[in-house]
């Protein structure tokens, strides 16, 4: 048994397989029990002088380096804040600033929407002739080119697990003299990432998927850093003030990272998000990734094996597959609430895909064949044909 | 003894008296249980489960009319999220793109650093030609013309309590066909608001201080009914979207207040603010302010009598302040790090500001009594003047 596995020190209901780490982690068994003296001890007992006591004031950069190491980013380059959607808007907008004679911003159609949404809102606020431009994921290289201010992607794609090739995009991206911004939603903790061998400017990411954070855990941001100390903060709020209690009028940017803190940190989210941070302690991401792979490597074997109505969506060379294998079925949600009412929990995104994410540090190869006997019995025996998963409200 | 007194309802250390509820309110008793069961029955047990099972993915909305019950703002018309800064800049940028001709953003320099940091960050992403303009509070009204687009205040001064009158400035703000921002920190939970009745276009605030949500607790975004369905987020992230889940490439605003959302609710400090927020379920606000006046004219009255050394720096007229009182002193921050030492806990604004909070849910008049005697015993005893004090760290 690999050492990577610690599903002890998870919460796991009876019964289920959790395939859906790639969207919520698991509560790590140790999160209750310190939110809990954070709550009573430092909230209740400090009060206000919490603050400087208990660590609060520091915690976003502290969780920001245990991030960090875990996605090649030195000791100083992250900070941890708001939520993924307004890191990669800050991202954008020091990158448009960094290169001021170009115009476009470009990304694939693959992206998640939100990073695309976010940066349609800052091009409604640039002047006008600054562009949000949009290809298909295999034609980002051959559309790189002297308009394009910053490139922005997300290494692994949220529906296929697709991945981009980190290290020669950026190289591509910056012999073009573009920025490069990625998003690492479903890689920091999923696979490995070196960001200071990238070499990339810009990185973020969210915390509440293989990192575990729990729900609305805080988002991260890296800044290379050479550019730390030269980047403008577009959202430039107090806690990025070099001086933030000296309450100066006029904003001056924090050393380095610090620059894109924003506002007051949510110490409650940080609190579990740190436990859950101390299980990465010594994790080797090579060895998790190869447990990810191997578990992944199972699933579509015996998937394939047994469940023909299944296409696999997924690339199925390993290289280019982050931690996730989809399969596509036309009546994917249906099929999916089914599953997850025998204790099989994965999820759906339109419009036909079943998604399955692996994450070795609570799935073994027994959760794996179980997983696969249900499906199989919910797609042999049409469990998934009943009008109560046709029409189960689709919020999420 | 007034029926706005919950004290037992609250967390208050013994021999501490608690003057700094403007800056962190304490934790409300049912907080702990009540976020203990949503990390072990909601996030450990329903795991993804809980963004519909737990009315997590309503949460923002929910809370947000709890918060809109408290400052006049009619049911639909505040969501919860991110933080005041954050909620600033949406504020902001929205009000520009209302009043398109116009290139002056206008507030006062008593306004809270941050807001003027963000307005700063706004105008630096914006076409040239924008502007941020400050001047002295009392200069508001007289610097109101047709180069503004949007006048942004804190109804509360953050140092001295000094209040703006709501309702004639932002008539006179609109007369001038600008759009008014008002930003409730210190007010929400505070003093009596009626936006509905103000009519303003937007009103921002946090939920740490009087609304005792817990440190980094989200904040909130009011915008007035009849424009809710017409401004344009620039902050556009996926839960603002119409239709967050259809993972649409290009976005379009959600219904109303909806469309202010940004990216994932931060769930485990929603929690604690929404049961920070039954505390408030039929208090009558103006029974609040009444109690929270005879508070600081008694500590006013006693500080005037027996400590000569402090000179009041909130205004004296009742009808100009908020929930806070402040004096000022040389050597405050010393004077305040005494003073805490003693169990009596108020806060410090550079440069002499020691501003106390009134609070009237968990102080009482024997408490009053009880920090002006041991502040007499601080100020009469020199208790101040020692290295100790005079040096230690000023971070918060």
Same mark, same amino acid.
């Given at each position: 048994m690999s050492h990577i596995l610690k599903k002890e020190a998870f919460v796991i209901p009876e019964g289920v397989i959790y395939l859906d780490g790639n969207s919520l982690g698991p509560m790590p068994r140790g999160v209750a029990a310190r939110v809990q003296s954070m709550l009573e001890d430092e909230w209740g007992g400090m009060l206000i002088r919490g603050w400087n006591g208990a660590g609060w004031m520091d915690q976003p950069s502290r969780v920001g380096d245990m991030v960090g190491r875990i996605i090649g980013a030195p000791v100083g380059s992250v900070v941890m804040g708001d939520t993924l959607s307004i890191k990669v808007f800050q991202a954008l907008a020091s990158a448009v600033k960094l290169n001021p004679e170009r115009r476009v911003i470009l990304s694939d159609t693959g992206n998640f929407p939100s990073d695309l949404y976010m940066a349609e809102g800052l091009v409604g606020l640039l002047e006008q002739g600054y562009e949000l431009r949009t290809v298909a994921p295999e034609e980002v290289l051959s559309a790189i080119d002297d308009s394009i201010a910053a490139v922005m992607l997300t290494e692994v794609d949220y529906r296929t697990g697709r991945k981009h090739d980190m290290k020669p995009v950026t190289q591509a991206v910056q012999a073009a003299g573009c920025i490069m911004i990625w998003d690492l939603a479903h890689s920091a903790g999923a696979i490995e990432v070196d960001l200071w061998e990238a070499n990339c400017e810009f990185a973020v990411g969210c915390t509440y998927k293989y990192l575990n954070g729990g729900p609305g855990a805080p988002a991260f941001i890296y800044v290379r850093p050479d550019l730390a100390d030269h980047v403008q903060p577009a959202l430039s709020g107090w806690l990025g003030?070099? @001086?933030?209690? @000296?309450?100066?009028?006029d904003y001056r940017p924090g050393a380095g990272i610090e620059r894109m803190r924003v506002g007051t940190p949510p110490v409650i989210q940080l609190t579990a998000l740190e436990v859950a941070m101390e299980l990465w302690d010594g994790v080797d991401m090579q060895e998790l990734r190869a447990e990810s792979l191997k578990l992944q490597e199972q699933f579509i074997a015996e998937v394939e094996r047994d469940i023909p109505q299944l296409t696999l969506a997924s690339p199925r060379d390993t290289s280019l597959r982050g931690s996730q294998v989809s399969f596509r079925f036309a009546e994917g949600y249906a099929a999916m609430q089914a599953l997850i009412d025998r204790g099989v929990i994965g999820d759906f995104r339109a419009p036909d895909i079943m998604r399955f994410g692996f994450t070795p540090m609570y799935l073994d190869a027994g959760d794996v064949s179980s997983a696969v006997a249900i499906l199989a019995d919910v797609m042999h025996n049409d469990l998934w044909d009943q009008d109560t998963y046709k029409t189960r409200s689709k919020v999420t």
């Open positions: 003030h070099r @001086a933030p209690f @000296a309450f100066d009028l």
